[in-house]
C-alpha cells in the first residue's frame, strides 16, 4: 500500500511546544526567527536540535551542526525520549494563526511508489520541478541520521470529502496522544490515534482513489497508472529519502526502514487549505540593470489575458506584463527570466512567503522583488497529470507561520 500506517515516535516531554519548531526550509532570509527559536529551546528537549534550517545550508560550520545533528539524535533515543506507535495512522488537527482548521493523517509513504522526475507516471508526483542539485546537502544530514522528522505534506484530489474529514466526527472515540500551543505564535496541534475500524476504512478508501477508471473519468483523460498523492509542501525533502532509500538498494543494505517516509495527508479541499503565491527576491543585483533587462521582454502595465507581475524596489511598485511569455504559467516565465539573469550577470534569488516580506526586503540596497498572484488549487491534480511537475516554487500551502511543524518522528537506521 502506497501510504501506510508507521511505526511512529511521539516525544515524552512535557513541554510540546518547545519541542515542536516550523519546517526547516522556512524563514530562509530572516535570521532573527531561528535566532529566537535557537534560543528560547536552549537546553531544551527540542526538535530544532535535530534539524538543519536552510539558513545554515550554505553558511560555516555546517558539517559541525550536521554531526551534533546526528549525535543528539542518538542521544534521545537512547536516553528513551520517545514512546512509539506501533503500525499507526494519527488524526491531526492543526489550528492555523488565522483560526482555521487544518485536518490530515500521519502515515508512511512507500517511496518505491514515488518518483519526482518530470514526466513521472508513479502513484507518488511532485507538483513542482526538484532541483537536483538541492538533494546533496539534505542527504548529508539524512545519511547518518537514525531519526527522520517529517514536513512533507501529500495532498488527495477527495471532493467528496469522505476519507480525512469524516475522522473529524469520531474523533472523540480515539485516544488523545498531544495537545498544545505551536511556538512562535503559530497556532495550535492536536493529535489523536486512530483505532483499528477506522485505520481500515482509510485503507480501503485510499484504494479507491487509486482506481485507474475512475481516475480517468474524474480528469477526463486515458492514463495507465492514477496520480493519487501530489506532494504538497516538502518534496526535496522526499526526494532526499528517495535518494537516501536508493543508495542503500543499490549497496544491498537492509531497504526495510529507508524505503518509507513519513509524511502528513492532506485533502486539496480542505477549506483551510488556500493556495499562497511563492513570491521572488532577488538579492545582490544592480536593481537599474535588472529593471532594464526585464523591460526588454515586458510591457508595463496590466494587460488583458497576459502574464503579469508586480515589480517592487525601494522606489516603489510596477506592474510588468511579458509580451512574449516563455512558459506556460507566470511563474515559470519569471523563474526563466531571473535564472538567465542570474547565470549571466551574477546575484541571489530567495523564495518568500507573505506580500510584506517581499516590500521589506526590497527596501534594501542592490534587492528587488516579484509579487506573482497564486493559482487555482482545483487546478492542481490535472495540470500535472497533463503538464508534470509546475515550474518549482510554484505555490505555497499557506504562510511560513502555517507550515508543518516537527513533532513526529520515526526510526530510519537502529545503528545508535
Given amino acids: ?21 516550523v519546517a526547516c526550509d522556512q524563514y530562509t532570509s530572516e535570521t532573527q526567527y531561528w535566532d529566537e527559536v535557537e534560543n528560547i529551546t536552549k537546553d531544551k528537549i527540542s526538535s530544532y536540535h535535530l ?20 549525535q543528539t539524535m542518538a542521544s534521545y533515543c537512547k536516553d528513551g525520549a520517545f514512546d512509539e506507535y506501533k503500525s499507526a495512522f494519527f488524526y491531526v488537527e492543526r489550528i492555523q494563526r488565522n483560526g482555521k482548521i487544518r485536518c490530515g493523517i500521519i502515515g508512511a509513504v512507500d517511496l518505491e511508489d514515488y518518483d519526482y522526475t518530470k514526466g513521472s507516471k508513479s502513484a507518488v508526483r511532485a507538483t513542482e520541478g526538484t532541483v537536483t542539485e538541492r538533494i546533496p546537502p539534505r542527504l548529508k544530514v539524512r545519511i547518518d541520521a537514525c531519526l527522520e522528522l517529517p514536513h512533507v505534506m501529500l495532498l488527495i484530489d477527495d471532493r467528496k470529502k469522505c476519507i480525512i474529514e469524516k475522522l473529524s466526527s469520531v474523533k472523540d472515540s480515539f485516544e488523545k496522544v498531544y495537545d498544545f500551543d505551536l511556538m512562535m505564535d503559530s497556532g495550535h ?93 532577488v538579492f545582490d543585483v544592480d536593481v537599474d540593470k535588472f529593471e532594464s533587462e526585464l523591460s526588454k521582454i515586458c510591457s508595463e502595465g496590466q494587460k488583458d489575458g497576459a502574464q503579469s507581475f508586480v515589480f517592487v524596489t525601494a522606489d516603489g511598485e510596477k506592474v510588468f506584463s511579458f509580451n512574449a511569455p516563455s512558459a506556460n504559467l507566470t511563474v515559470g516565465s519569471v523563474q526563466q527570466f531571473i535564472d538567465d539573469y542570474i547565470s549571466k550577470n551574477g546575484g541571489r534569488v530567495d523564495y518568500i512567503h507573505g506580500d510584506d516580506v517581499v516590500r521589506s526586503l526590497s527596501s534594501t540596497p542592490n534587492t528587488c522583488g516579484i509579487l506573482l498572484d497564486a493559482m487555482d488549487k482545483n487546478d492542481l491534480f490535472k495540470t500535472v497529470v497533463l503538464d ?27 545503528n545508535f
Fill in 1 to 21: 500500500m502506497t501510504f501506510s500506517p508507521a511505526d511512529i515516535l511521539i516525544p515524552k516531554t512535557s513541554d510540546k511546544t518547545l519541542w515542536s519548531v
Fill in 51 to 70: 534539524i538543519l534550517p536552510e539558513i545554515y545550508l550554505e553558511k560555516d560550520g555546517v558539517d559541525e551542526r550536521i554531526s551534533k545533528i546526528n
Fill in 388 to 414: 508534470g511537475a509546475l515550474p518549482r516554487k510554484t505555490f505555497s500551502m499557506g504562510d511560513a507561520c502555517d507550515k508543518r511543524f516537527y513533532n513526529e518522528a520515526r526510526i530510519i537506521n537502529k
Fill in 189 to 281: 496541534l492536536t493529535g489523536w490515534l486512530i483505532n483499528d475500524e477506522y485505520t481500515e476504512y482509510i485503507k480501503s478508501e485510499l484504494d479507491k482513489l487509486g482506481d485507474i477508471n475512475n481516475f480517468n473519468s474524474k480528469y477526463g483523460v486515458n492514463e495507465e497508472k492514477p496520480l493519487v498523492y501530489a506532494v504538497g509542501d516538502g518534496n526535496h525533502s522526499l526526494a532526499t529519502a528517495k535518494e537516501y532509500y536508493r543508495q542503500i538498494k543499490e549497496s544491498g543494505g537492509d531497504t526495510s526502514l529507508a524505503r518509507f517516509a513519513l509524511a502528513e495527508l492532506v485533502n486539496l479541499h480542505d477549506e483551510s487549505l488556500v493556495f499562497e503565491a511563492i513570491h521572488r527576491v
